[in-house]
């Protein structure tokens, strides 16, 4: 069983920054991909961003790309993700989640599907302001 923890987030103005986190409790996910999906008000989850086990195979999605960062602490049992220049575009929950499912994959595919994913973080928020 595993617990993420979300957390981070809160309002910024456009143009700025903030770094989410997402602590994994009751197993260590370090041999797993991890990701960021995030949500907005009457939109479906979409992908942000995923990292695979060893963090040498990364994606992102095409909004994000060149802003955000996402790394992974495996000694910490922690992903994170680095938002810059943020715009009211991203505001959104943002959640992370953990695939525990397929050990050491490469992390190539499907990383941008929710059902890729066995664990989720509980969300939070992310509001930038014009």
């Known amino acids: 069983q595993v617990q993420l923890v979300d957390s981070g987030g809160g309002l910024v103005q456009a143009g700025g920054s903030l770094r989410l986190s997402c602590a994994a409790n009751?197993?260590?996910?370090?041999?797993?991909?991890m990701g960021w999906f995030r949500q907005a008000p009457g939109k479906e989850r979409e992908f942000v961003a995923a990292i695979n086990w060893n963090g040498d195979n990364i994606h992102y999605a095409d909004s994000v790309k060149g802003r955000f960062t996402i790394s992974r602490d495996n000694a910490k049992n922690t992903a994170y993700l680095q938002m810059n220049s943020l715009k009211p575009e991203d505001t959104a929950v943002y959640y992370c989640?953990?695939?525990?499912?397929?050990?050491?994959?490469?992390?190539?595919?499907?990383?941008?599907?929710?059902?890729?994913?066995?664990?989720w973080g509980q969300g939070t928020q992310v509001t930038v302001s014009s």
């Open positions: 009751g197993r260590a996910v370090s041999s797993y991909r």
């Open positions: 989640a953990a695939d525990v499912t397929r050990r050491y994959d490469s992390g190539s595919t499907n990383y941008d599907r929710p059902n890729t994913y066995y664990y």
